[in-house]
């Protein structure tokens, strides 16, 4: 089993997340199910597998998907979401799963689709609380005696699909009143035998950003991109692609490492009549609750309330922390990544009990939806020993 440091289980837990999201499943988050009590202890446990059940434990998918259900029960803090990674031992595509799971048990439903690699698939697992994360490899439940592994038929398909084209149906908008629906159709392939499942297409002309997913419809691949209002003068194009096929094959295309070239055929353009945004967001009213901790013999959890505002494109995002005063390289806590309610951007973070004493500003990282940035520092937390 391996456990990382308080600091970095929560990383360690949106990294997963966003594995899964490259994989496909672009809607997983790693915000927990339920409220969970906080604990304040300095080391707060972490979760830990009591019981895990694998069913059924062989399915055949030459003709179709089919479900395998891992369940069990952990010892330790409540759980705040579990990971399942079935990896084939052979060749094949890893298949992932999320659950949402009540107390200290789960049940996670893993898709084996048409395609699925043949064989053995051996199970990876990530448990995570509050606090606390913990990951199992088949070796580590193996030596736990439980089970690591389910068999599946199939016939694979190990052939990745490709975007032979892209089109778009419009060659202008004008978003200086509404955003702009633009329609983008690709022709697909795919030689794999598993069938295609969806492609991923983003827009761009630098501060305006659209996506479009497309599926099937009619017999041709078609997905709706929102083109914002705010987006300045200049030609958008497509910057990133991607295709995915039912076994989990993919192609991705753009310029980052393992991306393939856009060519001139995945590359069409259309100009854009829009208002610039080049103002940043400013920040309102902050308030952190409580304003002043001890620190040393337990942790805090404080909480922000922030207003931001942004008369233009509109306030996307607004990540607070608190920075000791004095110092060339000032010690930093309390990062937190706040969500909008009722007009007031709010969220928790913790003070942990090895966090240096002293004042703290509260600094505050304000973005709209242009991507324009604020720094603030406004208000103050005191720690004390």
């Known amino acids: 089993m391996s456990v990382t440091p308080m600091r970095t289980r929560r990383l360690a837990a949106g990294s997963i997340a966003a594995a899964f999201a490259l994989s496909g ?7 927990p199910a339920h409220a969970a009590a906080f604990d304040p202890s300095c080391s707060p446990p972490d979760p830990a597998i009591k019981t895990l059940k694998i069913s059924p434990t062989q399915v055949n998918v030459k003709t179709g998907k089919r479900t395998v259900v891992v369940s069990g029960t952990t010892t330790g803090p409540a759980l705040d ?17 999320v659950g949402n799971p009540k107390g200290n048990s789960f049940s996670v439903k893993v898709v084996v689709p048409k395609g699925a690699g043949n064989g053995k698939h051996q199970i990876e697992l990530s448990l995570s609380s509050e606090d606390g994360y913990a990951w199992y490899s088949p070796a580590d439940l193996a030596a736990k005696s439980l089970p690591n592994s389910f068999n599946v038929i199939s016939k694979p398909d190990l052939v990745k699909p490709t975007i032979k084209k892209i089109k778009l149906n419009t060659k202008k908008v004008n978003t200086t009143r509404k ?18 499942d969806y492609a991923y297409v983003q827009l761009s002309n630098g501060p305006g950003n659209a996506a479009a997913v497309l599926k099937k419809k009619r017999g041709k691949w078609v997905g709706t991109a929102l083109f914002p209002k705010w987006a300045g003068n200049k030609k958008a194009t497509v910057t990133t692609a991607s295709v995915r096929d039912v076994a989990g094959n993919s192609t991705s295309y753009g310029k980052f490492p393992g991306a ?11 100009k854009v009549v829009s208002k610039s ?29 922030i207003k931001a505002s942004d008369t233009q494109s509109g306030v996307v995002s607004v990540y607070p922390r608190l920075v000791l005063r004095g110092g060339d390289y000032p010690a930093t806590t309390g990062y937190s990544f706040l969500t909008l309610k009722k ?8 003070i942990w009990c090895f966090d240096q004493a002293g004042t703290y500003d509260v600094e505050i990282e304000s973005q709209d939806r242009v991507g324009n940035k604020s720094v603030t520092r406004k208000g103050t937390v005191t720690l004390s020993e």
């Open 81 to 97: 979401s579990v990971y399942v990674t079935a990896d084939p031992v052979g060749k094949g595509v890893d298949q992932f799963a």
């Open 260 to 270: 393939k070239k856009l060519t001139k055929a995945l590359k069409p353009s259309f």
């Open 277 to 305: 945004d080049r103002k940043a967001p400013s920040i309102g009213s902050v308030t952190v609750t409580p304003n002043a901790v001890k620190v040393g013999e337990r942790r805090w959890q404080v909480t922000y309330s």
């Open 25 to 31: 499943l672009a809607a997983v988050s790693t915000a």
């Open 343 to 350: 007009g007031v951007w709010t969220g928790k973070a913790t």
């Open 179 to 196: 955003a702009a629906k633009v329609q983008v159709t690709a022709t697909l392939a795919d030689k794999g035998g598993s069938g295609l």
